[in-house]
């Protein structure tokens, strides 16, 4: 398994993983930038947070998500193989927080101060994410190819 996900990805496969990559590092770029101008810097993690669109954000958060897509724009410039990697990151670290933010949504622990939206949205990118990072390679390989590499 760990040498199928260090390979360069199918033609296809990579415009996919590079096109999502793209997507979800705008994204994130785009949330933390747009958090920022809301919240700035005060209370870095206040549990209460801000309402950005439907999600609830605070400094923190912010700053997370501007370094997640900083992170992912520089990783894509590098090809599909960097795509995935960025794709694996995405899904290893989103998966966790995911859940986390759904647990301890509404508590005084929740230094994420997010909501079920923002929860739901982090769950559903790092799903997406792992799913196109760990695909089998497809197009698959013909014989001939398998027996060139």
């Keep these: 398994m760990r040498e ?6 199918a033609a296809a496969q990579g415009r ?13 770029l785009l949330l933390g930038i747009m958090g920022f101008l809301r919240t700035g810097l005060d209370h870095f993690s206040n549990v209460t947070g801000h309402s950005l669109l439907v999600f609830t954000v ?3 958060t912010n700053l997370i998500h501007l370094i997640t897509g900083l992170v992912g724009i520089t990783m894509v410039a590098g090809g599909a ?17 995911a859940v ?13 101060a997010g ?3 923002l929860n739901a949205a982090h769950l559903i990118v790092s799903v997406v994410a792992v799913a196109l990072a ?3 390679r497809w197009p698959a ?5 398998e027996a060139a590499a």
């Design 100 to 112: 986390a933010g759904f647990l301890l949504d509404g508590s005084l622990s929740d230094f994420f």
């Design 58 to 60: 605070n400094p923190q």
């Design 81 to 97: 193989l960097w795509a995935r990697r960025y794709a694996l990151l995405v899904g290893a670290l989103g998966t966790p927080w």
């Design 4 to 9: 199928r996900l260090m390979a360069p990805p």
């Design 115 to 117: 909501n079920q939206e």
């Design 134 to 136: 760990t695909w089998p």
């Design 141 to 145: 390989p013909r014989p001939a190819e």
């Design 16 to 28: 996919l993983l590079l096109g999502f990559a793209q997507l979800v590092s705008g994204g994130f």
